[in-house]
């Protein structure tokens, strides 16, 4: 991106009511997209788009938006020019979120590789878990690290990668959550987590949560 030719162009829409509209445009092609809200790494591209306009060595972007991440890297080349590479992460925010407050994240991994992540306000969760009764032999699945205050409780901030072999019950005891009287944000974490698990029980995928 040199100060002459200018070969892309971003352009923001500022937020009124926590949305945002971006722009990147370049000679041969144009992205926009609209985002619900956005946060403060929106500083880290400014930078990031000063550095690429000096030839300088930029830094990833990765902008937490929703309903998705949005990774832009920006890389210097010869003749004043600049490659602006950008990737979505396949990440879905579910539930209205919270500023400050706790979040619960879940994800499919493969091959050490995140494929599929779903964010949430914990008070969702909370909410859904609560609606598991224990069993003639006490608390399983999920409800039994969740009401011991072990598991992504007690590895937090770092992931805890939910055992295979339990897999097949936590997906099945997810299933059974009664949804009735369920709002529209617990429906769509249900129905979020429900789906995830079902594609790690039929890829062979693991899950991990984490707490932050």
């Known amino acids: 991106m040199g100060s002459a030719t200018r070969p892309v162009t971003v352009v923001f829409d ?22 619900s809200h956005i946060y ?23 902008f937490l938006l929703e309903p998705a991440e949005l990774e832009l890297r ?12 950008i990737r979505v992460n396949l990440t879905a925010v579910v539930g209205i979120r919270f500023e400050g407050e706790p979040e619960l994240t879940i994800e499919l991994v493969r ?7 779903i964010r949430m306000w914990i008070g969702w969760f909370d909410w859904l878990i609560g609606r598991i009764s224990p069993g003639p032999s006490g608390w399983t699945g999920l ?29 099945n005891q997810w299933a059974a959550i009664s949804t009735d009287g ?13 789906r995830l698990l079902e594609e790690a029980q039929r890829t062979g995928a693991g899950v991990q949560l984490t707490y932050s």
Not at 40 to 62: F, G, H, M, N, Y
Not at 111 to 117: A, K, L, W
Request: net charge negative; glycine share 8%; charged share 25%.
């Open 74 to 85: 920006i890389l210097p080349l010869p003749e004043n020019k600049s490659e602006l590479s």
């Open 182 to 194: 369920c709002g529209t944000d617990e429906l769509a974490v249900h129905g979020a987590v429900l």
């Open 14 to 35: 500022p937020p009124s009511t926590g949305g945002i509209t971006m722009q990147l445009t370049t000679p041969e092609d144009s992205f926009g997209d609209n985002f």
């Open 111 to 117: 091959d050490g590789q995140v494929e599929q992540r």
């Open 143 to 171: 409800a039994l690290p969740y009401h011991l205050d072990e598991g992504w409780q007690e590895t937090s901030p770092r992931p805890w990668l939910l055992p295979d072999n339990g897999l097949a019950e936590v997906r």
């Open 40 to 62: 403060p790494t929106l500083e880290d591209l400014c930078a990031a788009l000063w550095e690429a306009d000096r030839q300088i060595s930029t830094r990833t972007v990765v």
